[in-house]
């Protein structure tokens, strides 16, 4: 392994985040800590993942989209933010490409993703 590598896997240990195996397509909820005077809470967020940016590594980030009244609503959150509290994998979906760009332009039933009933965790994953 080289010394980035090493380095960023310090990192990521450091923070001690347990993040779920999740890609594009799956329908997932964050928790993010929503900070309101000197009050703070946590919002959770659901929606499909539309996209994984950077890997897994500390840099990475993940965008979320979904229909909030009739409106479409995108989110991006970075991996391994403080403010995210927890990510839950609520479905999993089965698409053929890692950016689900298009999505932005349907609505209603050509928007649905098919369910991934046979999915097979990644093997170094915890799931």
Known sequence: MDLIAELEAEHIAS????IPDFKAGDTIRVGYKVTEGTRTRVQNFEGVCISRKNGKGVAGAFTVRK???GEGVERVFPLY???IENITVVRRG???RAKLYYLRSRRGKSARIAEDTHYKP???AKA
């Open 15 to 18: 923070l001690g985040k347990e």
């Open 67 to 69: 229909i909030s009244f």
């Open 81 to 83: 933010s403080t403010n």
């Open 94 to 96: 089965r698409v053929r």
């Open 122 to 124: 990644l093997s170094g």
